[in-house]
């Protein structure tokens, strides 16, 4: 596998200078600058493609060119939006940029409730606590039915927390939910939005009556759409998984199962329609076998993300180590090294650890945490081809 990394453009603290030392060949980024629904230009793409290429590095995967809400729900904007997406795919492709990761997420990106998780040695992870969460659904948010949605067991936590919980802990669930965890991703909602939870709302309100049924429709018009430009220019298209893997905040999920990821693939039956296989998103559901995943769609994957996870009955959900929990990275990397050698390959999060704990990097995307974990998958990467032999 290709050994690459998410760099978040020139003003990431992490240089490319530091990235080539500890042995990244590919580099994983976007235009984080340009709204999301408008063209990417050829001047824009070539002259971050070189910048990158100064470093003797390529740029690997488009990680992503988002798909505004609008492609998403169906609305009226659909068209013209398609269009711009096909003329950045044309201009992504003729630049040599052949790999293209999206998703298919309504509003909300990657969910999780703790950004600083004790680990007990030092070191925090991501976390997803499902009654922090459903407290803000029915508390913050005070979405209409929300309760429902929740069995009896959560709500009665949720009614507990009700009577403790601070201002400022409700303010940080709606900064760690919908402000830190999708700004840098999504950009639908930045930091320093005064109402992020009006905003919140607003969007959420524009899917009422959209269920998995429209919503699988919608994405398979979507891929109906831009896969042939992606075949005529040699870009491969790969759908991240959602995280998590099932519907959160009254929205359908899609990308979720074994069933999903077949559904799609086969809905445009095209090479160039695949998918990000994310360890870490699929191994939070319990539903989920990851191993099997990998060993039935190798074939369809055009990208690797490798995480893992630690998930209870109850629903929580802890970032684990790469080499423990339910992502089985080993296995992963034994299967993607022979069915899919050349894939390119991201360290997926990492542990908040050492010097990088008073830093202000992305959730998530810290600089020693990811860079142990890299060295750990190297590791497996090396032991996995000397087997081979």
Known sequence: ???????????????????????????????????????????????????????????????????SEAIKYGGADRGRL????????????????????????????????????SNGDGSYSLFFDPVKFAYFDC??????????????????????????????ERDGLVDTIIVKTQGFVSGNIREGEKNPVSLFKQLLALYEGVGREELRQNMKYFLEQVVPVAEEYGVNLCVHPDDPPFPVLGLPRIVTSAEDIEW?????????????????????????????LARRFARRTHFVHLRSTEVNEDGYVLEASHLEGRGQVIELVRIFERERPGVPMRIDHGRLMLDDT????????????????????????????ELDK
């Open 1 to 67: 596998m290709e050994r690459t990394w998410r760099w978040f453009g020139k003003k990431d603290s992490i240089r490319l200078d530091m990235l080539r030392q500890i042995g990244v060949e590919g580099i994983v980024t976007s235009l984080h600058d340009v709204p999301n629904g408008e063209i990417w230009t050829p001047e824009a793409i070539n002259e971050i493609k070189h910048y990158i290429e100064l470093f003797g590095l390529r740029w690997s995967v488009v990680e992503s060119l988002p798909v």
């Open 264 to 292: 799609f693939l086969q809905a445009v039956d095209n090479p160039h329609n695949g998918l990000t296989f994310c360890a870490g998103s699929l191994s939070s559901g319990l539903h989920n076998d990851v191993v099997e």
């Open 82 to 117: 398609i269009e711009n997406y096909k003329i950045s795919l044309a201009n992504l492709g003729k630049a040599g940029v052949k790999t293209v990761c999206y998703n298919f997420m309504p509003v909300i990106d990657w969910i999780r409730t703790d950004l600083r998780k």
């Open 358 to 385: 008073g830093k202000t990097y992305n959730p998530g995307y810290s600089f020693l945490g990811r860079m142990y974990a890299f060295a750990q998958v190297m590791g497996v990467m090396a032991a996995v081809k």
């Open 139 to 168: 508390r913050i948010l005070e979405r209409q039915g929300a309760e429902k949605d929740y069995p009896d067991k959560i709500m009665n936590q949720v009614y507990d927390l009700d009577k403790v919980i601070t201002q400022a």
